[in-house]
């Protein structure tokens, strides 16, 4: 799906767990997330925290949207 | 570290009001069974009712949802019991002897987790797929309390069918074996002593540990709580790993495969003429990728500490774990040891999908178990032990696949242990 996306114009953030496997199959801006069960949550969080981790995922997702990338890159942070 | 096994051919199974094996028949009084799988808080807490059965090769038989399945064997020398940290006390199993009742099994059904068990067809097309179908199987069906949680009724039927197999087992402690047959591996200086010339070869045998009931025990330790480490390889043939998954059932690796592993078998078919079997390193299957990297890394650094040349990699699953797969690949490569893995494939109905999730070019020596997604229809059965109410939603089911005759349409991926990616089967690919 990232890469037919991509293939028409419209820029993705990969946001995944398993990087090796984003990369494999062709992802240009990859996100790592927490864990295959909830990507982009952490059960053993309180809701506070979890929204405060939530909240720091999708804002890195967007800002990947604005650094050009000329190879497959993981923005770790 | 030598292990003696003694197999007793069983030919038959019965019900009967004594429990003994007695010229290659297996007696069995269910209320005795009964008794001591109930000897046990979980399963007195959560199991309502436990139901025996047989199943014998050939039957129109159909068991379903199947769980685990588990051979019965006894320790009668040496260190501690079957299923050490589990049924019998922690202590380093895989040396002295250990009686096997060799043709029969112990299977586990019920609806735990449902959509994650398998079918096990004693005769017709499914027959061809189950390693299961040649056994003859104590099927052992556990109804849970109302109101049990699915992780404690799946703890609660899995030490119900490990004592099952127990006391099973225990029937053959003083029959003599029809066949002894010595296993042993050498400590790291004397196998080099012994065998300078040849290959120093090791298992990297992956663990399914993806947690929520996605799980393998190694000496009654969650294995997703170890880092990679090692075992003796007769360890696995006491009961040291065992599974507590409910996974797609084709290529989860039952009890049953983790005492006979065949990939331990055929290297110690080779250990000592054509290759050194050093030792397993054991590995697990986590969900995050820190995890992932954590053992792959320790997988390759031990097999460098051991000197290795060559590892045969196996996988327990699919999707995700073909990540943990390709690192164990490529970081033993990359340190000049060699590897062959064994998996299995899903490559669509057609095969012509991509088969694995991840790949990479240095996994250049792949064995394949089979191509999951293929299609079988499965004919009706005379009997059903357990229940059809799950047929449709089990992985490799879909919404009508069992059809109002009672024949069944799915993928091969509903046949507990059809792609097992020990290569515990008879499907392969050139």
């Not at chain 2, 009964?34 to 436990?50: E, L, P």
């Not at chain 2, 006894?74 to 019991?81: E, H, L, M, S």
């Not at chain 2, 540990?209 to 003796?232: E, M, N």
Request: glycine share 8%; proline share 5%.
């Amino acid at each position: 799906m990232v890469k037919e996306i991509e293939r028409v114009g419209i820029p993705v953030v990969h946001m995944c767990t398993i990087t090796p496997i984003s990369l494999t199959v062709g992802a240009n801006r990859i996100i790592p997330t927490i864990a295959i069960p909830h990507p982009l949550g952490n059960p053993t969080l309180t809701a506070e925290d979890e929204y405060a981790l939530r909240y720091k995922l999708v804002d890195a997702a967007i800002k990947a949207f604005s650094v050009e990338v000329d190879k497959q890159t993981v923005f770790e942070f | 570290m030598k292990l003696e096994l003694g197999f007793i051919k069983i030919n038959d199974v019965q019900f009967s009001n004594e429990c003994a094996v007695k010229d290659g028949i297996l007696y069995v009084n269910p209320e005795d069974v009964k008794a001591f799988i109930y000897d046990n808080d979980d399963v007195k807490t959560y199991i309502k009712s436990i139901t025996l059965d047989i199943a014998k090769p050939g039957e129109s038989v159909r068991i379903t949802p199947v769980k685990d399945v588990i051979e019965p064997r006894c320790k009668v020398a040496g260190p501690g019991g079957m299923f050490p940290g589990v049924i019998s006390k922690v202590d380093t199993v895989g040396s002295g002897r250990t009686h096997v009742l060799k043709g029969a099994a112990i299977v586990t059904a019920g609806k735990i987790v449902g959509f994650q068990e398998g079918i096990i067809d004693m005769s017709g097309e499914g027959a061809k797929y189950t390693p299961f179908s040649k056994t003859l199987n104590l099927v052992m069906v556990a109804e849970p309390v109302e109101g049990t949680k699915q992780h404690d009724y799946e703890r609660a039927v899995r030490f119900a069918g490990l004592r099952c197999a127990t006391f099973v087992g225990a029937l053959g402690k003083d029959v003599e074996p029809d066949e002894v047959k010595t296993f042993e591996t050498y400590g790291i200086m004397e196998g080099a002593k012994l065998f300078p010339d040849l290959p120093r070869v090791g298992y990297v045998h992956m663990l399914q540990t993806q947690g929520l009931l996605h799980d393998t025990y190694v000496y009654g330790v969650d294995a997703k709580r170890i880092v990679s480490t090692l075992l003796y390889p007769t360890e696995t043939m006491d009961g040291a790993i065992l599974s507590g998954n409910c996974v797609s059932a084709c290529d989860k690796n039952t009890t049953y495969h983790h005492l006979n592993n065949p990939v331990v078998a055929e290297l110690f078919e080779q250990h000592g003429k054509t290759l050194n079997y050093v030792c397993n390193i054991i590995t697990n299957e986590n969900v995050y990728l820190a995890d992932k990297q954590r053992g792959s890394d320790w997988s390759a650094k031990l097999a460098k500490l051991l000197d290795l040349d060559a590892v045969i990699v196996s996988e327990e699953g699919f999707g995700n774990p073909d990540a943990d797969l390709i690192m164990n690949c490529v970081k033993q490569e990359k340190q000049g040891i060699k590897t062959v893995l064994i998996t299995d494939e899903y490559a669509g109905c057609d095969g012509k999908s991509q088969s694995l999730a991840d790949s990479d070019p240095l996994a250049d020596a792949v064995v394949t178990a089979g191509n999951a997604n293929m299609e079988v229809v499965l004919p009706p059965m005379d009997k059903v032990i357990g229940m059809l109410d799950y047929v449709d939603y089990c992985s490799g089911g879909h919404a009508g696949s069992l059809r109002p005759d009672g024949s069944i349409e799915a993928e091969l991926q509903i046949i507990t242990g059809a792609t097992n990616e020990m290569g515990f089967n008879c499907m392969s690919a050139r």
